[in-house]
């Protein structure tokens, strides 16, 4: 688990640590210093923590003018227990949506597992998003699996042709714009 590292190719373009507006603000990080771990498995210290035992993310970029962000995750995505959502809901989304953010790309392939419990804060966070949406790209087959039991499928897009996008050959922008485009055409279908 130390050798998974949140992509960095992204940090000339942007950093949350150097966002006034990001929830990680003022956080500095020894990259030589491991301290958080996920069920006694030591993580690379440039993670995130928000809150969960279990489940840590890197914001790679946010644009406040086109209101997008994309955050890549790390761990085991427990409502169940830990109640991650609400944690991740509270302090990161809300956090990003008050500063007109209304665009969510999840990168999920560092997601081990997923367990469900209730969906309030998956739909409140749906309907806060107006013209917005929240996309799960490259999550695990089994953890789209309980996603769909979970019933996020009726706040999330995820799964499928998703679930084959090769982000790290783009740049934010583009990345963006590429999946935006495969939403629309999906509406238009």
């Excluded at 790390?74 to 209304?102: A, P, T």
């Amino acid at each position: 688990m130390h050798d998974l590292e949140p992509f960095y190719a992204w940090n000339h373009f942007y950093n949350a640590a150097r966002d006034p507006r990001s929830p990680f603000y003022g956080r500095h990080y020894q990259e030589n210093h491991y301290t958080n771990t996920i069920y006694n498995y030591f993580i690379h210290p440039l993670w995130d923590e928000f809150g969960s035992p279990t489940l840590y993310l890197k914001i790679l970029y946010t644009d406040y003018n086109q209101g997008f962000t994309i955050i890549e995750l790390l761990g085991e995505w427990n409502d169940c227990i830990n109640n991650d959502i609400m944690f991740l809901k509270r302090n990161v989304i809300d956090v990003l949506i008050d500063n007109g953010v209304r665009v969510f790309i999840l990168i999920g392939e560092n997601v081990l597992n997923f367990h469900r419990d209730t969906d309030d804060y998956y739909q409140e966070w749906f309907e806060e998003l107006e013209d917005g949406f929240i996309i799960g790209i490259n999550f695990r087959e089994h953890v789209i699996q309980e996603f769909n039991q979970g019933r996020l499928d009726n706040y999330m897009i995820f799964g499928g042709r998703f679930n084959e996008i090769g982000w790290r050959k783009y740049n934010p922008l583009q990345l963006y714009s590429y999946v935006n485009q495969m939403i629309m055409r999906g509406l238009r279908a």
